[in-house]
């Protein structure tokens, strides 16, 4: 693979104590609006990161460039990030150890490394004639990339890995004058272009943005919800940030901190980082080279284990877990990507609506942030397919709500889950491209806080 000859290439320009971490990307994105084709992007590109240790402190310098001059000029630099940094004195980074051969996945489609545009005007086409009979608009996205990673070491350790993905969005939207603007969200992520059903996801968004009924309103406050997959992958994601980053968790910053081994969620509750899980995006190793295998993170509602890079399992006294978002540490800490909830016993969302008198079902989330790490409370608005629910059913569009609420609350007062279980992402690809998800079941809360309406 081209990653790996440029890792060995790169390290060898760096001296001891380095580390390089090179991804090549190469994807197409197709990009539509109101039926119609609106951006269409090709990229084929190469990152190389070198990271040198000197004195107990990372240096870090990153090129697109691949000449032997541009590589030596990077690790001049990475070398004089290093040695400024070691000037406040001695650091505690102990070095970067030999990466290992990583377990095997079936995270590459040779089809979908193909990158034939067709299939995807094929999808859009698709959309557009289901939009169209529908008399709505549809809007959204659809993307496929072949990505190779590699790391290498001064001290002769290399690991290579390639994977392929593929996304697609559909927003249905009813014009002004025929819904006052209802929308309807579908999406689904995968391994290989083929397993995504464009017709069928712009099925799911029309029915939701032509759903019939007056909107409805409702008061802030707390009610039952029934999460879809999307939505519940996006809490899961929220509280990866707020409880699961090691070096938060070791500087007494994380939601864990202080809580490991007692009973932070519902019984129901099963959480773990697994990145070989059947229908996620496997990944066998991270950007430090470290070997990736299934972590524990949430067990029958108990907090069991946070992730680690070197930087803070350093801190913490334990060992990485294959969590490196950088070589060295990312400022904002480790991050686990391949995040599995596990599913229940009902058949499907609408078994989860039976129980409901009154509540609120929500398809996805937006403009989803942290208030408050230590508590995991975050806000987000409900969109793109937000319904009332009364006595066991969905009946109407509803307005979006803001919700505000801590993420282990709602897991707490978690009732039941569906058996089945969708690779959810945000898909969403701005400057280098890291395709990741959650794999995760619908999800009913019995009581979720509402602090106002969208605007």
Known sequence: M??????????????????????RERSLLLRFADNQPTQSTAIDDVTVELALLRYGHVGRSTTNSTDDESLSACAHRAAAAAEAAAAAGDGAFAGFPDPHDAAPHDGHDPETARLDPEPGGAALAA????????????????????????????????????????????ICIAPARNGAGRSGYAADTAVAASRIDARALAERAARKAAAPGTVAELAPGEYPVVFEPHAVGWLCDLLALTAFNGRAHAEGRGALTGRLGRVVASPAINLSDSPRFRGTLPRAFDAEGVSKAPLPLIQDGVAHRVVHDLRSATLAGARSTGHALAPGGHPHGPHPTNLVLA???????????????????????WYANVVRPKETLVTAVTRDGTFLIEDGRVTRPLRDLRLTDSVLGMLSRTRALTSGQKLTSDGEFYGRRFASGVVCPGLLAGAVRFTGTAG
């Open 2 to 23: 081209i990653a790996a000859e440029l890792a060995g290439r790169a390290v060898a320009r760096a001296g001891p104590d380095a580390l390089a971490f090179v991804t």
């Open 127 to 170: 959309a557009f004639e289901v939009a169209r009979d529908a008399g709505l608009e549809a809007h959204g996205i659809w993307t496929a990339a072949e990505e190779e990673r590699a790391v290498a070491t001064s001290g002769g350790g290399t690991v290579a890995d390639r994977t392929t993905d593929s996304f697609m969005k559909v």
């Open 343 to 365: 599913g229940g016993g009902a058949a499907d969302e609408n078994e989860l609506c039976a129980g409901v008198e009154r509540g609120i079902y929500v398809t996805r989330l």
